[in-house]
């Protein structure tokens, strides 16, 4: 364990760094719905029916070329409400825009931006077409990716397993079993088949990394905790419990029924990317601290207990504070 | 007579590497992308590895460590984050200046002859150049962040983006001239050589921009 390196002083740093600035919304991501709904062939009434938790005002979508917007009307010339839409300011504090378009006759079709794609293509009646499609795999890849990033405490989780599973095909039937977990109850709650609160779901998976800590202290002091002797189930049943809190993200945006199997691949696969890099970095600097010889001293070697565990904690207090209280 | 044909080889492959990241250098704007985009965490993570300065002293403080013995080496894992995390604490707190632009020129040439001279280092030396290099990319990576900027998230994901980058370079650099013939010994000396011209050109345009003023 001392051999895997100085990397814990550092992430205990970051660790404590992102939580206090994050005390108990690690991976809490703000969403917006705009719906739009015909009211006339060239004119549509808008209402937020997701509002962000900021003024809805300061999101700036722009419209097609022949469309003017005049807040909550929009008003489009010939050929309507189709070309491309924007929206220029999504950032670390709101991760997507998602429009509904309710024709008066016809389908409602659904259109989701995000910071990665902020552009999509509005087709009218045409759509869905192979650029629907698209654009919809792009930018759910990219929301993805940017979830998993941005959910420094599945990241945390991940780095725990690193931690304790050791050998290379060990490990990944571990992670795999991390993936297949979180993939399955990913799609079962975005399919609606199983609903979790959210705020005793994030209490949970606060839990989740408190209980990896734990094992990792507990491995340093000699003792094969249950995450040593059966890594993968425990990461199955965890991987099952942060599957349905990466479905939140897609669950607020109330996307279109015809489109959530392409989305939800497109979001899981991104999710998958992101991870792979993750857990590819840190395999790589434990590598790096090998060839190194750079070891941890004898008085640091609970520190990657402590940095997974503290911020953990601090985030499992916040939540079960904020389940109790609100 | 000069002509294009009469230009080696080394020095082809000098000049293109000098443009790439020279290239590199003109992209500024990426960093607010990021920023906007993950936040700042990954801003402070990234903004370094988009920017000449901090890129080229950190592949040269990386690679002199890969080039000492690993006893020495690995005191740049510990010392330039830490670095780093005092460069930006101390900036942020208004006790230290930026350091002027001089310092990017100066701390390449530094470090590129130390790498192509092959000089064994104490392991006090490997350390306090990397808390020294720290220091001085945190203060000047710091300096000037707008106030919309958090400076916790920033540091953070610089002093971790340090740390790997510290890490990764000095490790392979140690495994690359370890386990091989002697012509990667002298590759790496030679990468040093370049690095101490890059940090000539540096020096020389900040020179003559501080006489223009």
Known sequence: ?????????????????????????????AMAVLELRQIKPTQYIGKWVLAPTFDPGQIHPKFPRQCSW?????????????????VDNIGSNLSAVMVHVIPVNGEMQSYTMSAASPRVTVLGLAAPTWQTWFELADTYVNLGIDHILLGIDHLLF????????????RLTKTITAFTVGHSLSLAAATFGLIGVPEKPLNA??????????VEIARLRRGHAGLTVRYPWAVALGFG?????????????????????????????????IGQLAFVLLV??????????????????????????????S????????????? | MSSLSAISPARAAAGLGTASLLLLAASPAEAHIVSSRLGDFYAGALHPLMALEDLVQWLALGLLAGMQDPKRGRWVVAGFPLGLLAGVALTHAGLLPAPPRLFDGGGMVVLGLLLALAIDLPAAAVAGLAVLLGVARGSANIDGLDAANDVVLFGAG????????????????????????????????AAGSWIAAVGCMLLAFALRAGVMQ
């Not at chain 1, 991940?158 to 095909?169: E, T």
């Not at chain 1, 949970?204 to 990896?212: D, G, H, P, R, T």
């Not at chain 2, 610089?158 to 002298?186: D, E, K, P, V």
């Open chain 1, 1 to 29: 364990m001392r051999r895997l390196g100085w990397a814990a002083l550092a992430l205990l740093l970051l660790c404590l760094g992102a939580a206090i600035r994050h005390p108990a919304s690690a991976h809490e991501a």
């Open chain 1, 70 to 86: 005049m807040d909550p009307l929009l008003e489009c010339g010939e050929p309507g409400f189709v070309g491309p839409m924007s």
């Open chain 1, 158 to 169: 991940v780095l725990g397993l690193i931690w304790i599973v050791r050998g290379g095909w």
């Open chain 1, 204 to 213: 949970v998976i606060a839990l989740s990394i408190v209980f990896v800590g």
């Open chain 1, 240 to 272: 099952l419990v942060h599957g349905v809190g990466f479905a939140g993200a897609l669950v607020s945006l109330g996307i279109q029924r015809k489109l959530l199997p392409v989305a939800l691949l497109s979001f899981n696969i991104g999710v998958e």
């Open chain 1, 283 to 312: 395999l790589a600097l434990f590598w790096a601290h090998r060839t190194l010889s750079a070891s941890l001293p004898r008085w640091g070697a609970a520190l990657p207990a402590y940095a997974i565990g503290v911020p953990a």
């Open chain 1, 314 to 326: 601090f985030w499992l207090i916040g939540r079960m504070i904020k389940l109790l209280t609100t």
């Open chain 2, 158 to 189: 610089m002093l971790l983006s340090g740390y790997a980058a510290a890490t990764l370079i000095s490790a392979a650099t140690l495994a690359f001239r370890r386990n091989g013939a002697g012509w990667r010994r002298i590759a790496v000396r």
